[in-house]
């Protein structure tokens, strides 16, 4: 194999590769990326076993063929060299090595044959469709913060992707949920989604994802099974195994009846939220609201390290309520709103209370209150 | 001979040259030249579970006595008498009564030996605020200074605390009295029962010199035999090896190992040395792979590790799960959790979700379950789960049987799956 390819597209591509490969490898293979040279171009191929990502790019092929190198060591010199440059890369079969030549550098790395790579089995997926990546970005930028890290709850390590009942008909909808916080956020259903299984996809497949999503006329073309789902742009193939497990029915935490309403400008409300939790201590984070007749009063009270108040003017004319919440989880559904203002529906003290964008159904935020 | 201080441990006179006690006329004189110079002591009672039993019953005090429990159990404290017939601590209980099948087993009852710690406590806090207790029955004191306090130097404060160990507890205890932590727990050891041993700075060196290493608090088995296959068996053999040599082949141990081998030990005696982590471990009367049974321990277990954390206003945010295999393999798995508890209800589903996650078929011999990461109560079981609202109830619940144990015992309400 031979080929030669223009530094910023090999870093792209080679970027995009390496961010697959885990840090930790107990499987020497699984640190190399797979480069197939063949017709215009060369793709990279990245797997952790769980996730496969397939890179193409243009390229100069003077002779086709294959190889893998680690990943990583391959990332960092392409980054390191000169914007600009012109990468040579060439395969030596028998001496087991690649060399990268690029100006007056260069590189001999040592490689791996192709035929240890491991291969994502190719998948029968039940659903094909197209999705506009400003529509995916939304879905699972506002609903990932929400994702719990607790292996014993493994089905929660991820957003639950899935078909569900809008007010208007059939959604696209993601639910992310740690026990203390959920997200529900919802799209017009893509045509011919109709018949795609509920999916669970994982927290390392959700940021892989994002890379794939910035630009905002691409559609991206989504293919989803039971134990699978791809996303794919023209020049980049992410696919993933799903998590193995039953989400949770999220629709009985939904807070229906929560009626006592708080209308609050969020961008004032998180910078007040966030002073006033500059004195809270490291670990609770707690910061209690205190509602009464058109005013909000944030106050943290921690023995050791101090005590903070700040007041807002709100709308809120309901019973007086005093309410406690970990000040990072209100920090982060506020963070979610960024066209109206934030409206909460409370019930009491210790019951969930609901979050939304003015009276907007299609992105919900429930949060579990703590006791202060 | 050189005129050493001299001090009688029965009636706490000074004395001088003599071998007996001039006052009393008492052979129990301790001389030593530093004995009115050193401050580090550590005090550990004579077989004290043994000790508190014949106490409460005096038909058990020339009969071979041991604590313990349970036909898998294994020996937990032997008196005197069973320690003559070649009975030890830890040794397996079986083998334990075929060297001394006439002996008194019993059943420790630990909220009695608590008790009489605590009073052996308060009087040891009489001589110094610094006391640093290694469990219920020893401790190390440091008297630096005490003596303007006490107009006495420590030795004879030390003599008078074991002996009124002795006259109003019914307990008695030896000390260690040197110039470091180290020196005084050998010291202490030295001439058990009721000893008194002074290891002074003039003589660590000449002391130390043929001892083996097993010496040092810490150095089992399996550090023993690693020092082994370096050559090292005793302080001789570690004094031949340079410092740098020493922690490049051992580590932090290393740096620790070149410092004791001098007799040198920095650590200071910590009066507040804070509670790291909360655990319990049971051993099972035989083998299990039983679902249900292994079930009904991780609650018992949980429950265990939830009284002592809220007993002192502990909760902890990461549950440990311990399993030893049949074939003594050690399972170990840990969760952190998104909130700090103390209840039993949150450490018995995290150590059995972590059970369910194990992938691992038994049987088992022990199971334990740990919660560490300790944070006060304040801070703990702050926020329910959206997930989980029948958690709320159930908290409640357990408060409320804490309430009723508090009043009738606790034994007026278990569980179900605890009788498993």
Sequence with gaps: ?372 | MTSAPGLCRECLARTGEARRCPVCGSPRVLRHPELDVLTIAHMDCDAFYASVEKRDNPDLADKPVIIGGGKRGVVSTACYVARIRGVRSAMPMFQALKLCPDAVVIKPRMSVYAEVSKQIRAMMDELTPVVEPLSLDEAFMDLSGTQRLHGHPPAVMLARLVKRMKEELGVTGSIGLSHNKFLAKVASDLDKPRGFSVIGRAETAEFLRDKPVRLIWGIGPAAQESLERAGIRSFTDLLRWDQEALVARFGAMGQRLWHLARGEDHRRVSAHDPIKSISNETTFFEDTASIDVLDGHIWRMAEKVADRAKARGLAGRVVTLKLKRANHRILSRQQALRDPTQMADRIYRTARALFDQLGDQGPYRLLGCGLSHLCPEAEADVSGDLLDPQAAQRARAERATDEIRRRFGSDAIIKGRGMR
């Design chain 1, 1 to 372: 194999m031979k080929i030669s390819i223009e530094r910023g597209a090999l870093l792209k591509a080679v970027a995009q590769a390496q961010s697959v490969v885990e840090r930790r490898n107990t499987i020497p293979i699984l640190a190399n990326v797979l480069i197939e040279a063949e017709g215009d171009s060369v793709q990279f191929r990245a797997t952790d076993l769980d996730i496969e990502v397939v890179d193409k790019a243009p390229a100069m092929v003077e002779r086709a063929g294959a190889t893998t190198v680690a990943a990583t060591t391959l990332h960092e010199i392409v980054r390191k060299l000169p914007d600009g440059a012109l990468v040579t890369l060439t395969a030596d079969v028998a001496a087991g090595r690649l060399t990268v030549d690029a100006g007056r550098s260069n590189f001999s790395l040592a490689t791996l044959p192709r035929e240890d790579f491991p291969v994502m089995a190719s998948s029968e997926y039940q659903s094909n469709f197209a999705a506009n990546a400003a529509v995916l970005r939304r879905l699972f930028d506002k609903s990932k913060f929400a994702i719990s890290t607790e292996e014993t709850r493994y089905y929660l390590n991820g957003v639950y992707m899935h078909v569900s009942d809008g007010p208007d008909g059939k959604v696209l909808r993601c639910v992310a949920t740690d026990g203390h916080r959920l997200a529900r956020v919802d799209a017009d259903l893509p045509a011919g989604a109709v018949d795609m299984p509920g999916v669970i996809v994982p927290r390392k497949t959700v940021g892989e994802l994002r890379k794939l999503l910035d630009d905002d006329e691409m559609d991206i073309a989504v293919s989803v099974s039971e134990t699978k789902v791809r996303f794919a742009t023209p020049d980049i193939t992410l696919t993933s195994k799903v998590i193995d497990g039953t989400f949770p029915d999220y629709t009985r935490v939904i807070p229906q009846a929560n009626s006592r309403r708080l209308e609050v400008d969020a961008a004032e409300f998180a910078k007040a939220v966030d002073r006033v939790a500059t004195v809270s201590s490291e670990r609770s984070r707690a910061v209690k609201l205190q509602l009464e007749n058109d005013k909000l009063v944030l106050s943290v009270n921690a023995p050791d390290s101090g005590a903070a108040e700040e007041e807002l003017a709100v709308a809120y004319n309901d019973e007086r309520l005093e309410i406690g919440f970990n000040a990072k989880y209100l920090l982060e559904i506020a963070s979610q709103v960024d066209r109206e203002n934030a409206v909460f529906l409370f019930n009491s003290s210790g019951d969930p209370t609901l979050m939304r964008e003015g009276n907007d159904q299609s992105a919900v935020y429930v949060v579990m209150p703590m006791r202060v």
